[in-house]
């Protein structure tokens, strides 16, 4: 190989170097992130379910689409430990823009629970039902999603 070569491919292999590191050290920031993440999504569903009632425990991994837009948490009743509940935090869309509402799934069903971090005007909104429609069909979606959740779980098992 002549000296012309030689400067191109090491200026090659430097590039590549500095794009691999970049690429190394984005991936360490995205999974040093994660656990504030969650962390952040736990206290969502621990401010809208009452605290003295509502416990939130582990993560459940979402294999699905919405595993970008939600995250589903074990969570048990300090009244009746022996009872197995889920709350899904899910970003739906509004008219407010994309918003976290959190679901209690129990026997098979989803609810609604109330929409974290609010101020006072949205929240008046959501509580005069004017968003019935909505609620009902972010409640059905959270079902399947926690419902599809639970499964795969199952079968990892």
């Not at 736990?42 to 605290?51: H, I």
């Not at 979402?62 to 589903?72: D, E, K, P, T």
């Not at 823009?97 to 069903?109: E, H, I, N």
């Not at 974290?116 to 004017?130: D, G, I, Q």
Request: hydrophobic share 45%; glycine share 6%; charged share 20%.
């Amino acid at each position: 190989m002549n000296e012309k070569g030689n400067k191109l491919l090491f200026q090659s292999a430097v590039f590549t170097g500095i794009i691999l590191a970049f690429f190394v050290i984005l991936a360490g920031m995205i999974f040093a992130g994660k656990k504030n993440w969650e962390n952040g999504l736990r206290l969502a569903v621990e401010q809208v379910l009452p605290p003295n009632e509502w416990q939130c425990g582990d993560a459940i991994p979402l294999n699905s689409n919405y595993n970008v837009s939600a995250a589903c948490f074990k969570i048990s009743n300090i009244k009746s430990p022996s009872k197995k509940y889920c709350a899904l935090v899910l970003r739906i869309s509004t008219y407010f823009g994309p918003l976290p509402a959190v679901f209690l799934y129990q026997d098979d069903k989803a609810s609604f629970e109330g929409i974290a971090y609010l101020n006072n005007s949205v929240s008046k909104e959501f509580t005069e039902n004017k968003f019935n429609r909505q609620i009902e069909y972010w409640t059905d979606t959270a079902t399947l999603i926690v419902r599809h959740a639970l499964a795969d779980q199952e079968a990892s098992k």
